[in-house]
T-cell receptor
Framework: NAGVMQNPRHLVRRRGQEARLRCSPM?????VYWYRQLPEEGLKFMVY????????ESGMPKERFSAEFPKEGPSILRIQQVVRGDSAAYFC????????????FGPGTRLTVT | DAKTTQPPSMDCAEGRAANLPCNHS???????VYWYRQIHSQGPQYIIH???NNETNEMASLIITEDRKSSTLILPHATLRDTAVYYC????????????FGQGTELSVKP
């Protein structure tokens, strides 16, 4: 059973460009969570999604950031007009149906904004 | 949610038991204790969780005091691969799915 997959693993964007981060949950998992880890800082929750629904986006910056988890395909975290402060590791996690704190994390996407 | 306090760092000799403490003196009756770890730059990994009874799985044991104000994660035979940051997280089960990570304990297993 493949684990949570994230791609790309490394992404370099210039200021003002868009970044799209993809997350494929584990087979059978319908809940996806995104977390961000800024350099030398802890992990911060961003958003929690089920298929086609955003359940909790309390950790998402109000502007430029959006997330989706369509009926088919991976979950996407989209950052528009990136700035240097968006440089971080972005981790996706998944869990089976139901509120579940046993979350399985992917390897992360390292975003560097130049 | 209850706040947790963990020592910022600990050392352990390879092959010895690593005992990682966590204080959660304001924990409520319906809050669980979860442990995760993050090996350098990798995604966090779930280890174990418990409510009030001691728990054991293939990775670790979790000892929760009778008053539930503190707990200890035990790695019975630490290896170099156990070097990581360990996070103790207290969760109220109806709060939604998010995990709130603190600073954790950086465990260094030395040969």
């Amino acid at each position: 059973n493949a684990g949570v997959m994230q791609n790309p693993r490394h992404l370099v964007r210039r200021r003002g460009q868009e970044a799209r981060l993809r997350c494929s949950p584990m087979k059978g998992h319908s809940h996806v969570y995104w977390y961000r880890q800024l350099p030398e800082e802890g992990l911060k929750f961003m958003v929690y999604l089920q298929k086609e629904n955003i359940i909790d986006e309390s950790g998402m910056p109000k502007e430029r950031f959006s997330a989706e988890f369509p009926k088919e395909g991976p979950s996407i975290l989209r950052i528009q007009q990136v700035v240097r402060g968006d440089s971080a590791a972005y981790f996706c996690a998944s869990s089976p149906a139901g509120v579940n704190y046993e979350q399985y994390f992917g390897p992360g996407t390292r975003l560097t904004v130049t | 949610d209850a706040k947790t306090t963990q020592p910022p760092s600990m050392d352990c000799a390879e092959g010895r038991a690593a005992n990682l403490p966590c204080n959660h003196s304001t924990i409520s009756g319906n809050e669980y204790v979860y442990w995760y770890r993050q090996i350098h730059s990798q995604g966090p990994q779930y280890i174990i969780h418990g409510l009030k009874n001691n728990e054991t799985n293939e990775m670790a044991s979790l000892i929760i005091t009778e008053d539930r104000k503190s707990s200890t994660l035990i790695l019975p035979h630490a290896t170099l691969r156990d070097t990581a940051v360990y996070y103790c997280i207290v969760i109220r089960y109806n709060q939604g799915g998010k995990l709130i990570f603190g600073q954790g304990t950086e465990l260094s297993v030395k040969p």
